[in-house]
């Protein structure tokens, strides 16, 4: 049963086909899903292993063709997307990473085409990688309205909303969702957390680069925010999916280590992690000030706006 806390996404009964449904961010989504009485399609590439890990009330597809065109949808939540923060960007691997976003997304759009009843909304996850590095001493915020730059992770971006843009001349809204860095019980927050654990935590190249994070909770809320007002309102375009409150690298870790009592006092030169990651290395040395401008001005409540509170619950 619903309670008064749990992310609602409008009429219980909808069906809703979630992409990357098996994902940190996916099953947390299907979950909520569930609990409020909807239905759900989940698009995977296994759909038996997919199957054992969602359960049997979720519906397994493993391709687009699988889904008869004359099959009700109301909402298409596309997460899928292959790992961004890995293997270095060389040529094979950016093709990899545009596969994963780009052609996925061609493939549920050229489906929604042709379907006898289109969905109300899709829900396309995006990243703030959109707006490309801001300087450190940059304090301007990025908002949806910020413009995109000519690096690689901008342009995977903006290819990806692209390619979701493309349902909206079938009479979708389309809504694309600019994730900020994920929190919780899964992601990339172990991995952050584990020298600090340790330790041996401290900052990162400068330490004063912005991170724009969001918590998990959060980010579910504020998916079913969207879903649940695209009944009566039209939410297309871009939205930032970030706190309120951005945060530096280092103060992200001294608040983390606070919290864990341990010390954050061994530095993480710049040098390695770019000789290890080349460009990809701007992910964690460079950062955005990216703020959630239309979720705000809309009046969307965040559960956890600072990073103390958001670090604290999950600790």
């Given at each position: ?21 098996t994902g ?51 909402v298409v ?170 945060t530096t ?67």
């Open positions: 049963m619903r309670t008064a806390a749990a992310p609602h996404f409008g009429p219980a009964g909808q069906t809703m086909l979630v992409t990357g449904a940190f961010v996916g099953r947390r989504l299907v979950a909520a899903l569930l609990a409020d009485g909807q239905h759900v399609i989940a698009l995977t590439r296994d759909a038996a292993k997919a199957q054992r890990v969602l359960g049997d009330t979720v519906r397994c597809i493993g391709s687009m063709a699988a889904l008869p065109l004359g099959e009700r949808v109301d939540v596309n997460l899928a997307g292959a790992r961004i923060l890995g293997p270095r960007w060389t040529p094979a691997r950016q093709a990899v990473l545009r596969a994963s976003r780009i052609g996925l997304t061609g493939q549920v759009v050229q489906w929604l085409a042709a379907a006898a009843s289109k969905p109300r909304l899709l829900l396309s996850a995006s990243a703030i990688g959109y707006y490309g590095v801001q300087r450190q001493d940059d304090p301007a915020a990025l908002t949806e309205s910020s413009p995109p730059q000519p690096v690689f992770m901008s342009q995977l971006c903006q290819e990806w909303e692209a390619a979701a843009g493309r349902a909206a001349q079938y009479g979708v809204q389309v809504a694309c969702t600019r994730f900020g860095l994920v929190l919780g019980h899964g992601g990339a927050l172990a991995p952050m957390l584990l020298p600090v654990r340790l330790g041996v935590g401290g900052r990162m190249g400068s330490g004063r680069q912005s991170l724009s994070w969001v918590h998990i909770d959060d980010l579910v809320h504020a998916l079913a925010w969207l879903a649940r007002r695209s009944v009566d309102v039209p939410v297309q375009g871009a939205w930032n999916l970030t706190a309120p409150e951005c690298q280092l103060g992200f870790v001294r608040t983390a280590a606070r919290l864990l009592h341990r010390p954050a006092l061994l530095p993480t030169p710049a040098w390695p992690v770019r000789l290890l990651l080349g460009e990809q290395a701007d992910l964690l040395l460079e950062g955005q000030r990216v703020m959630p401008r239309r979720l705000q001005d809309e009046g969307f409540a965040f559960r956890y706006p600072t990073v103390a509170t958001a670090l604290g619950a999950l600790l």
